[in-house]
């Protein structure tokens, strides 16, 4: 007789748990204790049918909450329909997502991948492209900035600026300089003519929640014009609502040469986009680049729905007042624990709070005495406790956000 479950649907929550993933899974990641089994709009629960307040939206993913009504309408639907094609072919889907993005941005060609990373590395790629047949193989090199993340393939970890990342994976590709962020000296010293493409995230996300200058981000335009090199944003982290406009270059005013987009397009349906104008894109030709899932009817259907409910006037107020209040809510609490926090920093519902000298290293720590209380938040690395909840989020989840991390912090201090 076979005593094993007749399908993963029928296996109880007691037959896998946080320790199966150390005995079957590589070690690439020290996930919590927890095991979230369902969840719906922020509100998650785990394997115990404990009830968690979800503040980190998959790292800033699931946008529009978990198990979105539309969304999961606009998949079933797709589902029922046509999944996936070769790329000799293309589809309805794709093409109604390529339409609204070129529509409601700068860009007139999208091209769509399955993650952030595979985005950066077409941007990359291509930057490199233009720059060869325009100019010659001599205009190679790129400028990424310190504490930059771009994804991790071989290529974007590289352009991306944290060592701890690229450690142990030598040689890496060339042609790579990193500059300070936000310091426009340090961009002018740096961009030569051999410069292909600067790289930039409006809000660096895994370097601590910073947002760019408005000035630093228009000195950076300037330069790329004066050299010819292509300005690329990296908004997978920052973009698709996530600073209340539906992409952060908008806010300052800044328009880039390529935009890479992932995470929140498919609010955790996984796809990434590389949007430009049709005079670069032209410098892919077929067989230049690929990817056999990119641009797959399931994930673009996703997307559109996503596109087309984020990308309102309403929605996107509605994000700045959130921002308002949890802006608000943070820095009280800061206020009120000054041996613990520093300052507030971000924009939008991507915010960060520093934490003083007497707390530095323990962002981790806090965390986990925030997640003992119900409440899921991350960090952007020890020194930054970040904060990336649902664009969806009430004026009573951030209240309850608030009395979450106190009681945390409460528990941690009374245990020192």
């Known amino acids: 007789m076979n005593d094993h479950p007749r399908s993963l649907h029928d296996t109880p929550h007691a037959a896998v748990n946080r320790q199966t993933f150390d005995t079957v899974m590589v070690p690439t990641y020290a996930p919590a204790p927890l095991v979230p089994v369902r969840a719906l709009g922020l509100d998650l629960w785990d394997q115990s049918g404990k009830q968690y307040l979800d503040f980190t939206a998959g790292i800033a993913v699931t946008s529009l909450g978990h198990a979105h009504p539309a969304v999961v309408d606009a998949l079933c639907q797709q589902a029922s329909q046509l999944w996936h094609l070769g790329n000799g072919y293309t589809n ?172 929140a397009l498919g609010n955790g349906y996984p796809i990434g986009a590389m949007l430009t104008t049709t005079a670069i894109a032209r410098h892919f030709g077929p067989g230049s680049h690929g990817t056999t899932y990119g641009g797959n009817p399931l994930a673009c259907a996703v997307a559109l729905q996503v596109i087309e409910t984020i990308n309102t006037p309403a929605f996107l107020g509605r994000v700045k007042e959130a921002s308002a209040l949890l802006l608000q809510s943070l820095e009280a609490i800061a206020a009120d624990y000054p041996q613990v926090f520093a300052s507030v920093r971000g924009s939008g519902l991507m915010l960060g709070m520093v934490l003083a000298d007497g707390f530095r290293g323990r962002a981790k720590e806090i965390s986990k005495a925030a997640e003992a209380e119900g409440l899921m938040v991350l960090i952007a690395g020890m020194d930054v406790l970040r904060y990336l909840p649902a664009l969806i989020v009430s004026d009573a989840q951030i209240v309850q956000a608030d009395g979450m991390l106190r009681a945390a912090l409460d528990t941690l201090l009374a245990s020192a």
Do not use: W
Request: hydrophobic share 40%.
């Open 92 to 263: 309805e889907p794709v093409l109604k997502l390529a339409q609204a993005l070129t529509d409601a941005t700068f860009a007139e060609r999208a091209f769509f991948c399955n993650s952030g990373a595979e985005a950066n590395e077409a941007a990359f790629k291509l930057a490199r492209k233009y720059a060869h047949e325009q100019a010659g193989p001599h205009k190679s090199r790129i400028l990424s900035c310190v504490n930059a993340f771009h994804g991790r393939t071989l290529f974007t970890v590289s352009v991306g600026g944290q060592p701890k990342y690229t450690e142990g994976f030598e040689p890496l590709p060339g042609a790579i300089f990193h500059i300070p962020f936000n310091d426009i000296a340090a961009a002018r010293a740096a961009a030569g003519d051999d410069v292909c493409a600067i790289v930039v995230e409006p809000v660096q996300g895994e370097g601590g929640v910073m947002p760019a200058t408005r000035e630093y981000l228009q000195a950076l335009r300037e330069l790329c014009d004066q050299t010819g090199a292509l300005l690329i944003f990296d908004e997978v982290q920052c973009g698709v609502g996530r600073t209340g406009a539906l992409y952060a270059y908008m806010n300052y005013g800044v328009v880039p040469d390529i935009l890479t987009t992932a995470k």
